[in-house]
């Protein structure tokens, strides 16, 4: 049975960091492209970052990039979104998202890429 637990949220000040984890049990991460999400109340899910395949490349949004990085550890099974600099706008659930198939492409982190998600975890900044 294929599962993403995230992990790592928390409350956190302006300026501050959190590294944000993914971990997948049911199937091995490497070669797929993984995705990280954020939904605040009231907002559609937008992507955060993601590897957009299987070589490594990697996209971020306009409003985190310099101040989040996604990596992977595929010995730990796991991927992680470290965030730096953190803004009250950064307050939202994060997600990361699995495509179906191992070495697919997805442009962009496009949403419709992915067919498995976790539960999410918490981002808080707040003062």
């Known amino acids: 049975q294929v599962q993403l637990v995230e992990s790592g949220g928390g409350l956190v000040q302006p300026g501050g960091s959190l590294r944000l984890s993914c971990a997948a049990s049911?199937?091995?991460?490497?070669?797929?492209?993984i995705a990280w999400f954020r939904q605040a109340p009231g907002k559609e899910r937008e992507a955060v970052s993601c590897?957009?395949?299987?070589?490594?490349?990697?996209y971020y949004a306009d409003s985190v990039k310099g101040r989040f990085a996604i990596s992977r550890d595929n010995a730990k099974n796991t991927v992680y979104l470290q965030l730096n600099s953190l803004k009250r706008e950064d307050k939202a659930g994060y997600f990361c998202?699995?495509?179906?198939?191992?070495?697919?492409?997805?442009?962009?982190?496009?949403?419709?890429?992915?067919?498995?998600w976790g539960q999410g975890t918490q981002v808080t900044v707040s003062s």
């Open positions: 998202a699995a495509p179906g198939i191992r070495n697919a492409i997805i442009a962009r982190c496009n949403r419709a890429g992915y067919d498995y």
């Open positions: 049911g199937f091995s991460l490497d070669g797929y492209a």
């Open positions: 590897f957009t395949s299987s070589d490594g490349t990697t």
